[in-house]
């Protein structure tokens, strides 16, 4: 009965522990891409934020999607909705039996924005270009101006997956312990202790200086090597495990605007499997909250000299 009971007890911890993807399920490689880029199911689609980029040049066969008009609301602050992305994706020839493969510039931060939107409206079969533009272009492989028109496709997008969106109201709750949920602040350690309000040169401000009480830091770029790849199922297992997020609880990522963070959400959410929610409204939302907590290591003030 004892050694009954303690395999019971083993499984159950078994099936407690997240089970890494292999990245092959989530990732393609540079090389992969070049030579499947002729597969009629596949999709590729770009999504970089600085202009002319896509039109200079771009991955044959790739569709650009606009971040601040396409997969956002260009009047609410939300994400785009439902029947809109569903149309966006059918005029970009992605049928239900698609691979979609996102990629981007910016350290595929809008990317990564995009892939979790796919996400949240249940849209299978879709990959990072692991190493984004910027690889593709340091390998120098082939770009092309020219835009390919693809058939109208048919594919049908599911209603918002919410369990993969935090809101305001749920990062206050992680702030002042009422819920059991771990918060991971993925931008600069400048920015998180209060030196900074944002990086140089961003239109998006906040104007309280710091981070989410409780919050650990884990810049984005931690988890890529020099390349801009993912590191490794174990290595990434390690980094979070030292800032103490083990996927033992429910996670929520931000940032300012919640780009970098989705860059972030993607390697703890389909890399490691664990439980995780990305908070677009970010530091922009939070930090202009009226009476909600903050911590300013730093004491910086807006408007201070």
Known sequence: MRILQRLLVTLGALLAVPVFAAPADFLVSTDWLEKNLNDPKLRLIEVSVNPGVYERGHIQGATNFVWHTDLVDPVRRDIVSQANFEKLLRQAGVNGDSTVILYGDTNNWFAAWGAWVFDIYRVPNVKLLDGGRAKWEA?????TP???????GNVKVGAANTALRARLPDVVAAAEKKSNTALVDIRSPD????????PAGVQELS??????????NVPWGQAVNPDGTFKSPEELKKLYAAAGIDGSRPIITYCRIGERSSHTWFALKKLLGYEVRNYDGSWTEYGNTVGVPITNVAGTVWGGK
């Open 139 to 143: 390998e120098k492989r082939p770009l």
């Open 207 to 216: 104007i309280r200086a710091g981070h989410v009480p409780g919050a650990a």
């Open 146 to 152: 020219i835009a390919t028109q693809h058939a109208a």
């Open 191 to 198: 920015e998180f202790n209060g030196k900074v309000f944002a």
